[in-house]
Each structure stands twice: as C-alpha cells, then as structure tokens.
C-alpha cells in the first residue's frame, strides 16, 4: 500500500472519529432512506479527497457545509473539489450544516431524490453504474 493510500485511510478514519453535530445528526437520519443492496458511509478517501457521506454504488456524495465554506477562498476550493468529483463520474450534493437543523426532512427528501430520480420513484436495489472511462474506482485505489 502507497504512503498516499495510507495517508488517505488514516486521515479518513480519524475524521470518522471526530465527527461533527451535524455529520452525526445525518449519519442517524440517513438510516430512514432505504438503500437496498448498497449503503452510505462515512468520510470516504476518494482520489486526494475525504467526502462526508458516500453512496458509492449511486456514485452520490454528500458534503456538509459549515458556515466558513462561505468564505470566498473556501467556497473556491470546494467548487473545485466538486468539479474533479463530477470528472470523475460521482454526483455531489451540499447542505449547509444550518439546513440539517432547520429541515432535515427536506434535506432527506433531496438525498432520496437523488438516489432514485424522484418522492415518488419506489426505492429498488440500485445498479452498480459503469465509470464513464471504465477506470476502477479512486476508492479503490484507482
């Protein structure tokens, strides 16, 4: 295992160990969307990134915002942040860590939504998509 690979694991895990208010909150919450034959996780290293939440089969990536991502240097990094995930075939939203809070019922609406195109489509076993260039996935040492 390459020293980046392990840098990636290690810095996700303490993450993982150090979660926020917010990340917990969504962490319990997500259990209530049915995710047949697949599931979320928790600080994922892909590529030189750590996303918040996961659903890699749906190729879906959740990021939390706190209040200095507004920050206009912040906010820079993470739409470039954003821009290589799409590149490479995963799809990301963002709540602001407020949002969780104030409507966590809306926040998990979008997220099913984006799983399976709709409030209305019934949740079924997702299939596992092709990446566009049919390279292994960056979490999997890609």
């Given at each position: 295992m390459g020293d980046i690979s392990r840098f990636r694991r290690d810095k996700a895990k303490k993450?993982?160990?150090?979660?926020?208010?917010?990340?917990?909150?969504?962490?319990?919450?997500?259990?209530?969307?049915?995710?047949?034959?697949?599931?979320?996780?928790?600080?994922?290293?892909?590529?030189?990134?750590?996303?918040?939440?996961?659903?890699?089969?749906?190729?879906?990536?959740?990021e939390l915002d706190g209040g200095h991502h507004s920050e206009d240097q912040i906010a820079a990094k993470d739409a470039a942040r954003t821009r290589w995930l799409e590149?490479?075939?995963?799809?990301?939203?963002?709540?602001?860590?407020?949002?969780?809070?104030?409507n966590m019922s809306g926040v998990l609406d979008t997220i099913y939504a984006a799983l399976y195109g709709s409030l209305n489509s019934e949740a079924t076993a997702l299939p596992t998509p092709p990446r566009p260039d049919g390279r292994p996935s960056p979490s999997r040492g890609g």
């Open positions: 993450l993982r160990s150090n979660t926020t208010e917010p990340e917990q909150m969504l962490w319990r919450a997500l259990k209530a969307i049915p995710t047949y034959g697949t599931h979320f996780r928790r600080q994922v290293p892909i590529g030189s990134y750590v996303a918040d939440f996961a659903c890699l089969k749906a190729r879906l990536l959740i590149s490479e075939g995963y799809r990301v939203i963002r709540f602001w860590n407020a949002e969780l809070t104030a």
